[in-house]
């Protein structure tokens, strides 16, 4: 089998149907050279547990598990925009592998395999990023791919970081991934790219590990 790639279609694509189809044609030809799970992000789902929270008082153990819930109903909405037919929504480790096998690109739904196992933090410290990071170690896959509303992480100057070590990236200050992330790259050894997701095409450079406008957060 070739080697799994963890690609997380951030929330903010709700807004950009359009863009949401051309990532999945993208994902298509570069499914002959690695295998994609797709994870969702919270989207405006999550975002209405936030709200729900400040409103109602509930504690973040519940809120933790309406926010991975919110994740599902937007993979949902991104597989009712593939139509290529190439997408299925999977929930366990045993459906990615089937998925893949037979030349379908999964929709991993979190909440009963982070349930089970139960071993992340009930914070909002905890978001898709690192749900993500999480479930490709369980995977063993080759590479988490974050599609952002940025091109990747900046330096003090503005300028575009384009390779940097997991062991710089925590002397940076950033809020373009969520605060836990760092804490899990310590523990994992897989690479983290982040790629504006306006520009599905940089994918084709990702996965061949060609140069380009992103960033690439190396284990070591």
């Known amino acids: 089998m070739s080697k799994l790639v963890v690609l997380k279609l951030s929330g903010h694509l709700i807004n950009y149907e359009d863009v949401i189809k051309k990532t999945l044609h993208e994902l298509r030809p570069l499914s002959k050279l690695v295998k994609f799970v797709v994870i969702p992000g919270g989207s405006v789902f999550a975002d209405l547990v936030r709200e729900l929270q400040k409103k109602l008082g509930f504690n973040d153990d519940v809120a933790h598990w309406l926010a991975i819930k919110a994740m599902e109903v937007y993979g949902t909405y991104i597989k009712s925009l593939d139509d290529l037919g190439i997408t299925v929504e ?69 300028n575009l970081i384009k390779k940097i070590t997991k062991t710089d990236l925590q002397q940076l200050s950033t809020d373009v991934i969520d605060s836990y992330t760092t804490e899990l790259l310590r523990k994992v050894e897989i690479p983290l790219i982040i790629y504006n997701m306006f520009k599905p095409y940089l994918l084709r450079s990702i996965v061949n590990g060609e140069p380009g406008d992103y960033t690439l957060i190396n284990p070591s």
């Open 90 to 158: 999977v929930d366990n480790l045993i459906e990615v592998y089937d998925a893949v096998s037979r030349g379908g690109i999964p929709i991993f739904m979190p909440y009963k395999i982070l349930k089970t196992l139960n071993e992340l933090p009930h914070s909002w410290d905890v978001t898709s990023d690192s749900i993500a990071i999480y479930i490709a170690e369980l995977l063993r896959a080759c590479m988490v791919i974050l599609a952002k509303p940025v091109d990747g992480i900046l330096d003090k100057q503005g």
